[in-house]
């Protein structure tokens, strides 16, 4: 593995943080978004989560000034990629917004690059075509608050190179990370592949009103040693995230009980941007969720 110069595309919930986990390791990140005013929003996120670096992980004020002259930003994409040996793609998880990156992406980026889908629920197959390098195409998943849940799912796909595959496991060790390879295509890798339907089952739990939110984590974090119940874990992700899934399954089959569970969530949290940590409030209110109380167990 030979990597020195990294691109991240889109600065999202997770681009801005594998960008900084990457750049705090000592690489020199780009990070892309599709116009200025998305770079800025970046660079904001970007302060806050040096306070979070300083809090959780002990980085001193010499490291986070490291990390910073490492970040590079642009909008321009033939520029963001110019040199560089990996490209950690984080766009909108949606199918045809991927594919006409990956086309574009395609016809700017040196033969050299490696391109990475940090996709959660799609599977890299699905884009392999597109990218017009599936030799050189895989997927590196990560989890939210990376420098903490310091994991890297890495899934290739038929056509995946075989030292390509094992330049991103080095690479994914090298920013820290606890690397996970998969042996084959796996729809949620392994980590969503165990924790949607443990979600799901608590929502509907709640949907058909079996028992109450508070009631239902103090299950599951009492009986297992869990630090946090599924609908702590919800409000982390994002409810909105959790409707989605929910969404997809509920058009798909019909089913009655995922079909109550989604209008449920849209007229309960959605409608009413209760979306989770993100806005201060979803099944818990925030930054003092009941959950982290002394006597939540009791």
Excluded at 105 to 112: G, I, R
Excluded at 127 to 153: C, D, M, Q, V, Y
């Amino acid at each position: 593995m030979n990597y020195k110069n990294i691109t991240i595309a889109g600065s999202g919930v997770l681009g801005y943080q594998i960008a900084f986990q990457t750049a705090f390791h000592g690489f020199n990140v780009t990070v892309y978004d599709i116009n200025d005013d998305a770079i800025l929003k970046a660079k904001s996120k970007f302060s806050n989560l040096s306070e979070a670096y300083k809090r959780d992980v002990n980085a001193t004020e010499q490291q986070i000034e490291f990390t910073c002259k490492h970040l590079h930003y642009t909008s321009n994409l033939e520029e963001a990629v110019k040199d560089t040996d990996l490209l950690i793609e984080a766009v909108p998880e949606n199918p045809s917004i991927k594919i006409d990156f990956y086309k574009k992406l395609a016809k700017v980026a040196p033969e050299k690059t490696v391109f990475a889908t940090n996709s959660s629920t799609l599977l890299p197959s699905q884009f392999a075509e597109a990218t017009g390098r599936p030799s050189k195409f895989l997927a590196l998943h990560f989890a939210n608050t990376i420098w903490i849940h310091n994991t890297a799912e890495i899934m290739g796909h038929s056509a995946t190179d075989k030292k390509v595959f094992n330049d991103v496991v080095e690479f994914a060790k090298s920013i820290g990370m606890v690397a996970l390879p998969l042996h084959k295509e796996q729809p949620g890798y392994i980590l969503n592949s165990l924790l949607v339907p443990l979600l799901s089952a608590a929502t509907q739990l709640l949907v058909t009103e079996v028992a109450d939110i508070q009631t239902i984590d103090k299950t599951w974090m009492k009986a297992t040693g869990a630090p946090i119940g599924p609908f702590g874990i919800l409000d982390i992700v994002g409810i909105t995230t959790a409707y989605n899934i929910d969404k997809i399954a509920a058009e798909k089959t019909q089913d009655e009980l995922k079909i109550k569970t989604v209008n449920y969530l849209k007229e309960h949290y959605i409608d009413k941007n209760k979306l989770g940590v993100a806005t201060g409030e979803g099944f818990y209110k925030y930054p003092n969720p009941a959950y982290k109380d002394v006597d939540f167990l009791k």
